[in-house]
């Protein structure tokens, strides 16, 4: 089992910045891949971004692509979603993900067996 709890949502103008993070625990953190999804009111879960298990690979949407960086510190047990630019069209609940049977990042929900509860950004125009 693992457990994932999101911290660092909130509300921020256009423009600026956040950074999410995501504390787990339950197994081996530095052995699995994690991911962040999202989801804005009457959306699909998206993919945002997706790191391997020692950090050495990440992989982003297309959306996000150059306004977040997505990071690890297996040490922490702890992965960090940093959001730069904010529109509002990245306002939604963002979700992280724990990939267990792999440590490798994918934009598949399917491939993540632990999801966290979720934590809120609002981006106000």
């Known amino acids: 089992q693992v457990q994932l709890v999101e911290s660092g949502g909130g509300l921020v103008q256009a423009g600026g910045s956040l950074r999410l993070s995501c504390a787990a625990s339950?197994?081996?953190?530095?052995?699995?891949?994690m991911g962040w999804f999202r989801q804005a009111p009457a959306k699909e879960r998206e993919f945002v971004a997706a790191?391997?298990?020692?950090?050495?690979?990440?992989i982003y949407a297309g959306s996000v692509q150059g306004r977040v960086i997505i990071s690890r510190d297996n040490a922490k047990n702890t992965v960090y979603l940093q959001m730069n630019s904010l529109k509002s069209e990245d306002t939604a609940v963002y979700y992280c993900?724990?990939?267990?049977?792999?440590?490798?990042?994918?934009?598949?929900?399917?491939?993540?067996?632990?999801w966290g509860q979720g934590t809120q950004v609002t981006v106000s125009s």
């Open positions: 790191i391997s298990w020692n950090g050495g690979s990440t």
């Open positions: 993900a724990a990939s267990v049977m792999t440590g490798i990042p994918s934009r598949s929900r399917s491939l993540y067996e632990y």
């Open positions: 339950g197994r081996t953190f530095s052995s699995y891949a």
